[in-house]
């Protein structure tokens, strides 16, 4: 295809990835680590915080859910238009930058308002912090490598997690809550700057052009205009199915994700300390190994069948259904533990296809917007409502259930498993539309 706001066929690989788009990727990978540590130290620290400023379950997840996503999502547009116009690496390393000033300002909140405030901060900046990685990414490996590349850039936010439990608990528990957050937001200012000084701004689609195309033949695409790649990305199908069924995913895993520490504390019976030790592990051993292997399943499957981008996502959250609703229902949490395994694991398989597709399904000049697209719809269904719903829902129930109030705010989630694998079983079939009518 090669209509207005679509990508030709993928050319024969232009080159293989060097050592400096290795260097690249394993920094972009750390901030992306950073990035999902700042985002996610809230929900880790939780209940010393909620024990501090006195909050409500309803509370925190407007904090981590909506608040936060309200800045992310819409500010993360015109950022990504912006990069898509300018220096992609120099608008991450002051994205990296504010935000992590912003997470310094969140250990400094002494009231509910204040923390508000400078969660939103931590927002506007992470705003310019994953689409433009995106399409550095892509012009810095082929086609044919970038779902690998993709999916080790996305364990990003299983360490960060990981880190910021392991790291967070074990602060929390010797110190602070504020001194975690303290630490980790001086880390990221530092890394801004290398950020700033080490990675080089890639040639936009240098890796598109067909092989052998000599240097001087290359001309840098035009930039795309900003009404067009909004159209194009939401009236075609593929893309606009892609996104719904991230959502629906990321509605799920953000609202488990932000709550989970905090239900294995107060009726699974969990302490700090196990938390930064069997919670850390899980989510870094499950979530990393279910991103990556999707990202591998990609570059494998998808040349044979690009259904594969759809059915990988879909066949992970059927498979992570029961294992789900079991570790809701486990009376302990040793139980609890062994059955989050599977979902840790599946439920991570929509990230790094989703990415990929995104990233060849569009131009060059396009990348940026469009994964901040991906990332609009994703996020703000995902991160703003799933993290809310389920604190209300908690809230809510907690007179019925006084004692087991997350726990059956929990069990709502199961639902959105169907929602999300309906929606990609409509991508597969989008993706099997688009591929007759470019034959």
């Known amino acids: 295809m090669s209509g207005a706001g679509t990508a030709a066929s993928p050319p024969a690989l232009a080159a293989r990835p ?3 788009a290795w260097v690249a990727l394993a920094i972009l990978c750390f901030i992306y680590v950073l990035n999902f540590l700042d985002r996610q130290l809230l929900s880790i620290l939780a209940k010393p915080i909620r024990d501090e400023l006195g909050l409500s379950h309803t509370q925190l997840g407007l904090i981590s859910g909506l608040y936060f996503a309200i800045f992310y999502c819409v500010i993360s547009i015109p950022v990504a238009w912006f990069a898509d116009r300018s220096n992609r690496v120099k608008v991450l390393s002051f994205a990296c930058a504010l935000w992590s000033a912003a997470t310094v300002a969140c250990g400094m909140a002494n009231t509910y308002p204040q923390l508000a405030i400078a969660r939103m901060t931590v927002g506007l900046g992470e705003a310019g912090g994953v689409p433009p990685s995106y399409a550095i990414i892509s012009d810095y490996f082929p086609p044919g490598t970038r779902g690998t590349a993709l999916g080790l850039f996305n364990i990003g936010p299983p360490i960060g997690q990981a880190l910021g439990v392991a790291f967070g608990a074990s602060v929390a528990a010797a110190y602070s809550w504020r001194d975690a957050f303290i630490v980790v937001g001086g880390v990221g200012i530092v890394a801004a700057v290398v950020v700033w000084m080490v990675v080089k701004e ?5 890796l598109d052009v067909a092989a052998g195309t000599p240097p001087e033949a290359y001309v840098p695409p035009a930039k795309a205009p900003f009404g067009a790649t909004m159209k194009m990305f939401f009236t075609r199908p593929v893309l606009l199915f892609v996104a719904l069924a991230c959502a629906a995913n990321q509605f799920i895993t953000y609202a488990a994700g932000n709550f989970t520490v905090l239900f294995l504390m107060e ?9 930064a030790i069997w919670y850390a592990l899980l989510v870094l051993i499950g979530m990393g190994g279910g991103i990556f292997f999707a990202g591998r399943l990609v570059d494998r499957l998808v040349p044979r069948d690009r259904r594969a981008y759809a059915l990988i996502p879909a066949l992970g959250l059927a498979v992570a259904i029961p294992f789900f609703v079991a570790f809701v229902w486990a009376p302990g949490w040793e139980l609890a533990m062994l059955f989050l395994i599977v979902p840790t694991v599946l439920n991570y398989f929509y990230l790094s ?20 697209l991906l990332l609009l719809v994703m996020n703000l269904v995902g991160l703003g409502l799933g993290p809310t719903w389920l604190g209300f829902a908690s809230d809510w129930l907690r007179p019925s259930f006084p004692g087991q109030s997350l726990q059956m705010a929990f069990y709502t989630l199961v639902p959105f498993y169907f929602v999300a694998i309906g929606l990609f079983l409509l991508l597969a079939r989008a993706l099997k539309r688009e591929a007759e009518e470019a034959r």
């Open 18 to 20: 060097g050592k400096a």
């Open 202 to 206: 890639p040639r936009r689609g240098g």
């Open 353 to 372: 296809p989703a990415v990929a597709l995104v990233q060849e399904s569009v131009r060059p000049n396009e990348r940026v917007l469009a994964g901040a």
């Open 267 to 275: 009726e699974k019976g969990m302490t700090l300390e196990q938390i």
